[in-house]
C-alpha cells in the first residue's frame, strides 16, 4: 500500500516543529539563567577550594605575627644592586634646517 503525502500532513508537521522550536526558546528563557547561577556558583566554589585556602592560611599566620602596631616590611629590597655607570657615550649634535 502506497500512502501520499498530502498538504494537511505537511502543514501538520511544519506547525510541529515551530511548536517544539518556540517552546524550547521559552523554556530556555526560563531555565537559562538559574542554570547558569548554579554553574557559576559551582565554579566559584572550586576556584575557592583551588585557590582560597593558600590566601587563608598566608593571612592568618601574618595576624597572628603582627602585633598592634607594629611594621611589617613584606620585601626588603637588594642592598647588592649597583648602578652601570657606563651607559654610552654622549654625541652632541646640532640640528641643520
Known amino acids: 500500500m ?6 494537511m500532513g505537511l502543514l501538520r508537521t511544519v506547525l510541529i516543529i515551530l511548536l517544539v522550536y518556540f517552546g ?9 539563567p538559574l542554570l547558569l547561577r548554579f554553574v557559576a556558583k559551582k565554579a566559584e566554589q572550586k576556584f575557592g577550594q583551588q ?30 644592586k649597583q648602578s652601570n655607570t657606563k651607559v654610552g657615550e654622549y654625541v652632541d649634535y646640532e640640528e641643520i634646517d
Not at 2 to 7: G, L, Y
Open 2 to 7: 502506497i500512502q501520499e503525502a498530502s498538504v
Open 24 to 32: 524550547f526558546k521559552i523554556l530556555a528563557r526560563l531555565f537559562a
Open 51 to 80: 585557590f582560597g585556602g593558600f590566601k587563608n592560611q598566608a593571612d592568618q599566620r601574618q595576624q597572628q605575627a603582627k602585633k598592634e602596631g607594629e611594621t611589617v616590611i613584606d620585601k626588603m629590597p637588594n642592598q647588592n
